[in-house]
């Protein structure tokens, strides 16, 4: 199995030049344990793992959806759509219940884990992106440095934190990942991940996930952009996708050395 330990131009990029007192994120390859076929119809916003089974909500206006997915099929199991005046965003479950935003209509949705009926919605000001749940608060998103952290018994927002990377603000914070006490981001339009501390903002970790797909996977004009984290529970293992990706992947982090 090959481990990519290359950074790509993107990465340094979104490094750029480091503040006197910022400290050092440490940077991670890959290792691609198992390969899933994806639904090529899904815009990927948000992805996520329940109780062993895998949920995705997808975005585009008439298109978005949420979906319980087969993971080794790829087939959609359960699905319910979104009208066709809203861009379907992040999602994940909390409190027994689904929560999934929208980009730039303010109303964020809450169904039925069960059957995906619609039990409640709520108002929020600025876009929806990413969205995911630490255990007590939502954590959300919205295409600037800030993550919000939001009480999911009412959608009441509790506190903000900004994200800085080498001491400066990092923006287009998208699908997010709540693993072992951290968020985990996929940065807009870039091949990476990064690991945030929730307390500080702080980018600790970033993850170069450059080369997933093969040149034969890529439709020009169609394909778009890495989206999609989720977590299982095994210790440094993620699932991994993107917007129209044709494949799913189950990846293993490795630390690069110099």
Do not use: C
């Amino acid at each position: 199995m090959k481990i990519i330990r290359l950074i790509s131009i993107v990465l340094v990029a979104l490094i750029g030049a480091a503040s006197a007192q910022a400290p050092e994120p440490i940077l991670y390859g890959y290792r691609i344990l198992e390969t899933y076929p994806h639904a090529r119809d899904a815009f990927t916003q948000g992805l996520f793992f329940h109780d062993g089974a895998l949920y995705e909500s997808t975005g585009q206006y008439g298109q978005s959806s949420l979906r319980q997915v087969d993971l080794t099929s790829g087939d959609v199991m359960r699905r319910t759509d979104l009208p066709q005046s809203f861009f379907g965003e992040g999602a994940t479950l909390a409190d027994g219940d689904i929560f999934m935003l929208s980009w730039r209509e303010g109303s964020a949705f809450r169904f039925d884990a069960e059957d995906f009926a619609l039990k409640n919605s709520y108002s929020y000001k600025g876009e929806g992106w990413g969205l995911t749940y630490d255990g007590e608060s939502l954590v959300m998103s919205d295409g600037t440095p800030q993550l919000r952290f939001i009480d999911p018994a009412n959608f009441a927002e509790q506190r903000r934190v900004e994200v800085t990377l080498r001491g400066k603000p990092l923006k287009q914070l998208n699908e997010l990942e709540w693993i072992d006490g951290a968020v985990y981001a996929n940065v807009w339009k870039t091949n990476a991940l990064v690991r945030i501390d929730p307390e500080t903002g702080v980018v600790t970790s970033i993850v170069d996930l450059r080369g997933l797909l093969e040149a034969e996977d890529i439709v020009p004009g169609e394909t778009d952009v890495l989206n999609g984290v989720a977590h299982a529970g095994e210790d440094g293992v993620l699932y991994v996708t993107g917007k129209y990706w044709p494949k799913l992947f189950k990846i293993e982090l490795v630390e690069l050395t110099n």
